[in-house]
Nanobody
C-alpha cells in the first residue's frame, strides 16, 4: 500500500520559517511529478508548488521568492521550505505525488494526510 506521510507543520510567528517533508512509503516503481497544495478555512484547495522528476519547478504567485520546493529521489521525499511566512499562509498543507506502482501500470496521484500550518501576526 502506498502512503505519503507528511511532517513539519506547526504554529509560527509571521516572518519565521518552516520546512515540510513528505515521504513516500510502499512498493513503487517510479515517481513522476510531486507537489504541495494548501487549503485555508472556507477556501478551495490551491496549488502551492510542483516539481518534476528532472527538477523543474513551478510556484503560485503568492509564494514565489519565499517558498522552495525540492525532492530527494533516493529518499522518495519532497520538501517545502517556507520562509518569511505570512498570516495568509495559514492553511492545511497537502503533498501529492504521481506514482507508478508496477511497470505495467500508469501513474496515479496519491495524497498525504495534510499538516496544519498556522502563522500568527
Amino acid at each position: 500500500q502506498v502512503q505519503l506521510v507528511e511532517s513539519g507543520g506547526g504554529l509560527v510567528q509571521a516572518g519565521r520559517s518552516l520546512r515540510l517533508s513528505c515521504a513516500v512509503s510502499g512498493s513503487i516503481v517510479s515517481i513522476n511529478e510531486m507537489g504541495w497544495y494548501r487549503q485555508a478555512p472556507g477556501k478551495q484547495r490551491e496549488l502551492v508548488a510542483v516539481i518534476t522528476n528532472d527538477g523543474s519547478t513551478n510556484y503560485a504567485d503568492s509564494v514565489k521568492g519565499r517558498f522552495t520546493i525540492s525532492r530527494d529521489n533516493a529518499k522518495r521525499t519532497e520538501y517545502l521550505q517556507m520562509n518569511n511566512l505570512k498570516p495568509d499562509d495559514t492553511a492545511v498543507y497537502y503533498c501529492n505525488a504521481q506514482i507508478r506502482r508496477a511497470v505495467w501500470n500508469g501513474y496515479n496521484t496519491y495524497w498525504g494526510q495534510g499538516t496544519q500550518v498556522t502563522v500568527s501576526s
